[in-house]
């Protein structure tokens, strides 16, 4: 909670989005976080993540007319180089793959 915490307090001016893997609308937020160059929290993550988001946490960028995209799911989305993205657990040794 403390990662957590000290999260939210950085980025209090910024539009910081916070949601979990079981929210049924993180995937716009995370579009729109990703577009717009906003602070994007994940909280709560276990030891499984959705596929979909995959294509960010490998920051498989790709380079079309000039202009930097990440494919999430069907759509292409605009990747801004202010964008951050943050994985909190309360696991205690998570083992991720």
């Known amino acids: 909670q403390q990662a957590v915490g000290w ?7 910024d539009s910081l989005i916070i949601k979990t893997l079981n929210d049924p609308d993180f995937l716009k ?3 729109l976080a990703i577009q717009f ?3 994007f929290l994940f909280e709560s ?3 499984e993540f959705d596929p ?4 960010v946490l490998e920051k498989a960028i790709i380079v079309e007319n000039g202009t930097k995209c990440v494919i999430l799911g ?3 989305i605009e990747w801004d180089e202010k964008f951050s993205l ?3 657990t309360k696991l205690g040794n998570p083992v991720y793959s």
């Open 52 to 55: 979909i988001i995959d294509p």
């Open 45 to 47: 993550v276990g030891e």
């Open 29 to 31: 937020h995370l579009e």
């Open 37 to 39: 160059g906003k602070p």
């Open 86 to 88: 943050f994985l909190c």
């Open 74 to 76: 069907d759509k292409k």
């Open 7 to 13: 999260i939210k307090k950085m980025y209090t001016g």
